[in-house]
């Protein structure tokens, strides 16, 4: 679920807890779901989503836009009309509330996750660890691997820099499957 950056603290302080999209928004109760928050596409948190509900823009409350951070339905329509162009009335809206699971401090780039079929860093990490004889990287990414693992993914990203920390990564990935892990 993408977010803009300006919206990062108040969600993973809990200030926010619902995100109002324009129009009809494909999401399920009990799912869950990345937070990228944009432009840096950086997943920050886990979410699972709570509810889903669709509603006319007149119908709106101020619970709703407490629920996603705005202290009233005014403030609310202000932020929704800068985003979507002007609504109306009649316009449809979807109502999407999530509870944070997991809080990433360092953040993970979405091609991260993507490249490695969603699997989170350390989970790589963790696998290759505990499979390691069915597995065989060189010392180089054992190191690097054991850095994510044991110091988290900012740590080893500026020890070792973003771009071997992701080949690492990817091929520790693609080594686990091979071998039948994941």
Do not use: C
């Amino acid at each position: 679920m993408l977010i803009n950056s300006s919206y990062k603290s108040r969600i993973l302080r809990g200030d926010k807890v619902a995100t109002i999209r324009y129009g009809e928004y494909e999401a399920k109760p009990g799912s869950e779901v990345y937070l990228v928050i944009t432009p840096s596409d950086t997943a920050v948190a886990k979410v699972r989503i709570t509810r889903v509900e669709k509603k006319k823009v007149r119908e709106l409350t101020t619970e709703d836009a407490k629920l996603d951070g705005f202290s009233d339905v005014k403030e609310l329509l202000r932020e929704l009309n800068r985003i979507y162009g002007e609504l109306y009335g009649d316009d449809e809206v979807t109502i999407i509330g999530f509870e944070v699971i997991k809080r990433f401090e360092d953040g993970i780039p979405l091609k991260w996750l993507k490249g490695m079929n969603y699997r989170e860093p350390v989970e790589i990490a963790r696998l290759y660890l505990e499979n390691r004889e069915k597995v065989n990287l060189s010392r180089e990414a054992d190191f690097v691997l054991r850095r994510i693992y044991n110091e988290g993914l900012g740590k080893a990203v500026r020890t070792f820099g973003p771009k071997r920390v992701q080949e690492t990564l990817l091929k520790a990935y693609h080594a686990l499957y091979a071998a039948g892990v994941i």
